[in-house]
Structures are given as structure tokens and as C-alpha cells.
């Protein structure tokens, strides 16, 4: 019943109020953000070594989330085949998800010190936007290279369909950090965050023990004179 109870504490902690930040309004206090942590035991094969961050979106009353430490092949070139500007850009775009995994449904997660236009507030400084104008003017600026994921496809969940996945411990919950949606190497993202959130029990090896005549031999040292 603890189980249960805290898996249901974990899923409402997920669903934030949702509130769009538009230009003209600033965030008035910092925000928290959530992953999901894949668990060891997670065997579907689009969520196994997943890392979600979850997104202040509601969708016909769904959760919805990005996978962030999954880059796959696709340039971003070829993601918005109708923006020159990225035609030299050679960063690739992120699995989001399984759900509507074509080219034409993008979405990215970025840093700005001011809120954008066409985006909402994650947490702190980290907007996501799944305008396909506003997430081509950012993958074209050399500046917001290093702060800037596209996502192709999303996850979604409804809360209960969620909260009986959490209750099996399929999911871990831990906050968000910028560093780790930003990092330079995604891949071992869910391996540090696991080995924290699930760790393996340390397996020591069995001590030696010494005949007990040596622990009853006298000491051979001298005493000083």
C-alpha cells in the first residue's frame, strides 16, 4: 500500500500547472524539472536505457515527455528540408518517443535568458517549442549549438496508464539538471543516473581469516632498551 501510495505522489508531482510563457511574461519563480528514469529490469524496446524529461504539455489530458539521451541519424538538414540555412548544419536530431515519430513532427528543448516566442517554460531557463519556424531559427544559430536538442516523435502517457507502470518499477523519478539534457556524451546519461537512482548491491569478496595461532603468536620485536 506504501508502494502504491508514493507511485501516485510521484505521477501528481509530474503533472505541473500548465502554463503557457509567452515574450511578454517572464517565469515569476524557478521551476523544477523531472525525468523519468528508466529501470534496469525496463524491457520495451523503445523506452530500454531511456532518460524522459517530462514537459509542462497537456494533450487531451495525456503526460507527455521527450527521451533525451537517444540521438539517432537524422540531420537536422533533413529534418526541415524547407530551411536553407541549415543546409551546412550537421547536428542530429534526438528520438523523442514512439508517438508520432515522422520528420514532420518535431519539437526542441533549448536555454534562453528571455522567454521566446512560441515556446513554454520547462524549468528554469530551459523552454521547449514545437514550432517548426522558431526550432529551425535556433538550429541555424552557431550560438545555440551546445544549448539546443531536436527531438523527432515524443512520449505520452495517460496518468493512470503511468501510475500502474511506476507502481511495477518500470520508472525511477529524479530532477532535472540542465547538464544532463545538454551534456556531450547522451549516450552514458542513463547509466549515471541509474547507477543513483538503482544501484547494483556491492558484492565483497569473503575475508581471509588468519589460523589463530598466528593471532596468539607473541610479538618478536624487543622491547627498547
Known amino acids: 500500500m506504501r508502494t502504491l501510495a508514493a507511485s501516485v505522489i510521484l505521477v501528481l508531482g509530474l503533472i505541473p500547472v500548465f502554463v503557457r510563457t509567452t515574450a511578454q511574461e517572464a517565469p515569476k519563480s524557478k521551476t523544477q524539472g523531472q525525468f523519468l528514469i528508466a529501470s534496469r529490469d525496463l524491457g520495451d524496446p523503445f523506452f530500454r536505457e531511456s532518460v524522459v524529461l517530462m514537459l509542462p504539455i497537456k494533450e487531451e489530458g495525456l503526460l507527455v515527455g521527450v527521451i533525451v539521451n537517444k540521438p539517432t541519424k537524422v540531420l537536422l538538414r533533413d529534418a526541415f528540408p524547407d530551411s536553407p540555412a541549415l543546409e551546412k548544419v550537421e547536428a542530429k536530431a534526438y528520438f523523442g518517443g514512439p508517438v508520432d515519430m515522422g520528420v514532420g513532427a518535431r519539437s526542441a528543448i533549448f536555454r534562453s535568458k528571455t522567454p521566446p516566442k512560441n515556446a513554454t517554460l520547462v524549468f528554469e531557463d530551459v523552454y521547449v517549442s514545437f514550432d517548426a519556424e522558431t526550432i529551425a531559427g535556433l538550429a541555424a544559430d552557431p550560438k545555440q549549438a551546445s544549448t539546443l536538442r531536436v527531438?523527432?516523435?515524443?512520449?505520452?502517457?495517460?496518468?493512470?496508464?503511468?501510475?500502474?507502470e511506476v507502481a511495477r518499477g518500470a520508472w525511477h523519478n529524479a530532477p532535472a539538471t540542465t547538464d544532463s539534457i545538454f551534456g556531450t556524451f547522451p549516450e552514458v546519461l542513463w547509466r549515471t543516473l541509474i547507477d543513483r537512482a538503482e544501484p547494483k548491491p556491492v558484492v565483497q569478496s569473503p575475508r581471509r581469516s588468519l589460523p589463530l595461532g598466528n593471532l596468539l603468536m607473541p610479538s618478536t620485536s624487543r622491547p627498547a632498551d
Open 151 to 164: 527531438f523527432l516523435g515524443r512520449a505520452q502517457w495517460a496518468p493512470a496508464q503511468l501510475e500502474n
